[in-house]
């Protein structure tokens, strides 16, 4: 049945929906599971999932036209712009939308020489890797955080001791190290940027 010279429904219908559902399945537990509970970080859950999405429909659709090198590398380039005209992003939060962007190319382009076991094999790789990493091989991550700190007599290099014991008396936080930036003498402040990992108590 047709309707304006295009097919109201046909099997590939059921072939994107199919792997859609295996595609969202995944990148939940990669999203929800691994990247949200690490983080608590609310404001990118929309984005990856959205950004995936786009990404699936826009594979699955582009599969049906033959794509020439040039028209590739130019949606690529694409992605290339858009990334350099947003605010910088930690390395964390990058790695984990190549993940989304490479998990939803990877469902969305597999053609009829894979099977949907060699699909999921693929997609429960991705997910054991990154839990194994997260839970269990990053046992410590390292975080930073800026504060203004008056006491601008401890920021001289001969005093980096009593400077470190009294942010961490401060703090709450078991520091690993702390460097001087920004320095206000009409003030008496400096900005001092902590390094520390995460959980960890004085």
């Known amino acids: 049945m047709e309707f304006l010279e295009i097919p109201l429904i ?17 990148l939940t537990i990669v999203i929800r599971f691994l990247y949200y509970i690490k983080s608590r970080r609310k404001d990118y859950l929309l984005t990856y999932y959205m950004i995936s999405t786009i990404v699936f429909f826009l594979c699955f ?9 040039g028209m590739a590398l130019g949606l690529f380039a694409i992605f290339g712009i858009l990334r350099y005209r947003t605010n910088p992003v930690d390395i964390r939060e990058m790695t984990y939308l190549f993940i989304v962007i ?14 949907y076991a060699e699909i999921m094999t693929a997609n429960i790789i991705v997910v054991v890797l990154l839990a194994g990493i997260e839970n269990y091989w990053i046992l410590k991550q390292e ?3 800026e504060v203004v700190y008056e ?3 401890n920021i001289k290099p001969e005093n980096y001791n009593l400077l470190k014991l009294d942010l961490e008396s401060r703090t709450g936080l078991l520091i690993n190290k702390a460097e001087v930036g920004a320095i206000d003498f009409m003030k008496d402040t400096a900005v001092i940027t902590i390094y520390y990992y995460k959980d960890a108590k004085s």
Do not use: H
């Open 102 to 115: 490479g998990v939803s190319v990877i469902n969305a382009l597999a053609n009829k020489k894979m099977s």
């Open 10 to 26: 046909d099997d590939d219908f059921y072939k994107m929906m199919m792997r859609f559902v295996i595609n969202i399945f995944f």
């Open 143 to 145: 975080v930073t955080k």
């Open 151 to 153: 006491k601008i007599e």
């Open 61 to 69: 659709t582009l599969k049906k036209f033959e794509l020439d090198v």
